[in-house]
């Protein structure tokens, strides 16, 4: 029975395999300044299709015992989890490499908040993330904000996707739109139709170009969301396009700049920022990164970000020239800590 139902979820899985293989793009080959960032692919498109099996599948796996593979690749096993583990609330593991026990459900509503792209069911996170989530919407109108538009969370048990991100894994990471909340609800199908707005002036990959964010866009209400995300003590990081670290590196004009610390430069993230929390006190096996390097980060390091070194390959393209597809094997369920397995098994 698990044999079938691992087929079954193969035959959801061709087309999002097939198009990270067609966009190469941000896989890490280019070398990066002092800080080893955490992986997380954002130049692939996040497909809006249901990445979980029909209800049927998931229901014979409740009444069968799941058989757990360690070779093969985890995310089939947690892409397919369609409710949280009834287990104590933990993460396990590091950020790209890791699940989630006794997730809990982000409420696809709130005052000031709306989860999008309702059909990925990725509105799942470690107890500590989702009030961190209410927390901070409930700040956003007096900064200016209406309210949160809530991207990806993780699976109901975390661990790797099947589309989409490396990291998210553990149940601390969040992307929050850099588009503010209507001030109607929306419906469920344009959560799935409503793009977000990028803050870039123009294309990054070209020579000499000004990476800046586009003043028609970039507004002080995102920097001051941003810089109050940054300043809360359960956040270990945040992403965001290096051109977005430059307009906050000059919006901050007062005397504490020890938030911008906290903001990372990152490839994409000029659509949505991500949240990164710290291990929660109760998550024995929860993987810290180390702290970003000291400073505000608005010196030597961006200067490099923001040259034509991360984004212009160095020679011209040969147009004939095919461009290289990394394959890269999907990490297998031996690669996680072994409570993910009891993880995956809980009913
Ligand atoms: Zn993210």
Redesign the pocket.
């Known amino acids: 029975m698990a044999r079938v139902f691992l087929q079954l979820v193969r035959q959801h899985l061709i087309w999002p395999i097939t198009l990270i293989a067609a966009f190469p793009v941000a896989t890490g080959a280019i070398p990066l300044p002092s800080e080893k960032p955490a992986t997380?692919i954002?130049a692939v498109p996040v497909p809006t299709q249901k990445a979980t099996p029909s209800k049927n599948n998931v229901s014979s796996h409740k009444k069968q015992q799941l058989v757990l593979r360690d070779d093969e690749p985890a995310k089939l096993y947690f892409g397919a989890m369609t409710d949280s583990a009834p287990l104590a609330a933990r993460a396990i593991g590091s950020y790209a490499k890791g699940c989630l026990a006794g997730g809990e459900a982000l409420p696809t509503d709130g005052a000031n908040w709306q989860v999008m792209r309702l059909s990925r069911n990725r509105n799942w996170g470690h107890p500590e993330l989702v009030q961190f989530l209410k927390d901070l919407s409930n700040d956003a109108p007096s900064l200016g904000w209406r309210g949160l538009l809530v991207?990806?969370l993780a699976q109901p048990r975390g661990g790797p996707m099947l589309s989409g991100?490396a990291?998210?894994q553990i149940g601390l990471?969040a992307?929050i739109w850099l588009t503010e909340m209507p001030d109607r609800r929306l419906t469920a199908k344009e959560r799935e139709e409503i793009s977000a707005i990028s803050m870039l002036k123009g294309p990054l990959d070209v020579k000499d170009a000004d990476r800046s964010v586009d003043p028609r866009k970039w507004t002080d209400s995102r920097a001051r969301l941003i810089r109050r995300a940054a300043s809360d003590k359960r956040v270990a990081r945040i992403?965001v396009s290096p051109t977005i670290k430059k307009a906050l590196c000059e919006f901050e004009t007062g005397k504490d700049r020890s938030w911008l610390r906290t903001v990372r430069p990152w490839w994409g993230h000029h659509y949505?920022f991500?949240v990164r929390l710290t291990c929660p006190k109760d998550s024995s096996g929860c993987k810290n990164q180390n702290p970003p390097p000291p400073g505000d980060g608005c010196g030597k390091e961006l200067t490099y970000w923001l040259s034509d070194e991360p984004w212009v390959p160095k020679k011209p393209e040969d147009p004939n020239k095919k461009p290289k597809v990394v394959k890269k094997r999907p990490m297998a369920l031996s690669a996680l800590p072994k409570s993910c397995k009891t993880v995956l098994a809980a009913q």
Do not use: K, P, T
Request: proline content about 0%; glycine content about 8%; aromatic content about 8%.
């Open positions: 997380e954002l991207g990806d991100h990291s998210h990471d992307d992403f949505h991500h």
